[in-house]
């Protein structure tokens, strides 16, 4: 049945309709795998099933319902798949893994702020104490930036260790830049005291985070097919 906007934000909660299923399917998806791999490989699932669990959980609204759970304490588990899937196809974990973990780890928060501050009013009626809700917008605009600026030197980091080229090296400069230059322009609009939507359109930062990191993993996957050695790094 078709719901209003406020009414799927502040409506009751059912948790044993809203989580569980897509919780024990994911889980139970990952577990049948059961590859006769040893005790690392069964390690590997164990972590990728309890991750899968807790991301639903974070995703769904429980985790910052309940415990008012910020996006970055509840991002560790559902950012592990780097880590995972490397460590599934080579037995260990690299530095490059390790680094893709920490860009999506600090993209999250400039990823999932801006929505929240587009939807604060809901939350706040729903008694959900989102940042946004409980922190002038100045404050999570700056808090957005700092993360901003976080992520994409931690991007940065992957061209020397993982020995990527010019590809990825462009795709990350130019799409970091705008990101970068979008949270900015965010917060100077914060700062000017503006509070209505149609000003402030912390959307289109939430919208671009998306292109964002589609345009890095293409980086990523491109970059050592299409290999253009940077200078003394091969």
């Not at 490397?86 to 993209?107: D, E, Q, R």
């Not at 590809?167 to 949270?183: H, M």
């Not at 998306?210 to 299409?226: E, K």
């Amino acid at each position: 049945l078709p719901v209003s906007r406020s009414e799927y934000f502040v409506g009751p909660l059912d948790l044993y309709e809203q989580f569980p299923e897509p919780t024990h399917a994911g889980v139970g998806s990952v577990r049948t795998l059961d590859m006769p791999a040893g005790l690392d490989t069964l390690d590997i699932e164990s972590v990728n099933s309890e991750s899968m669990a807790l991301n639903v959980a974070s995703a769904s609204g429980m985790l910052e319902h309940f415990l008012g759970c910020e996006p970055l304490q509840a991002t560790v588990a559902g950012r592990m798949s780097s880590l995972i899937g490397w460590s599934a196809v080579t037995n260990s974990v690299g530095w490059p893994a390790i680094i893709l973990f920490l860009v999506i780890f600090f993209w999250t928060p400039p990823h999932y702020w801006p929505l929240s501050m587009s939807f604060s009013d809901d939350y706040a009626r729903a008694g959900v104490p989102m940042l946004p809700v409980v922190e002038q917008m100045t404050t999570v605009a700056r808090q957005i930036v700092a993360y901003s600026w976080v992520m994409v030197l931690t991007s940065l980091a992957l061209v020397p260790v993982a020995d990527m080229g010019w590809v990825y090296l462009g795709a990350a400069l130019v799409s970091g830049a705008l990101f970068v230059a979008e949270a900015h322009r965010l917060l100077a609009t914060a700062r000017r005291g503006e509070t209505k939507q149609s000003v402030l359109k912390p959307m289109r930062l939430f919208h671009f985070s998306i292109t964002y990191v589609t345009l890095l993993f293409l980086g990523v996957a491109i970059d050592p097919l299409l290999h253009l050695p940077l200078p003394g790094l091969s």
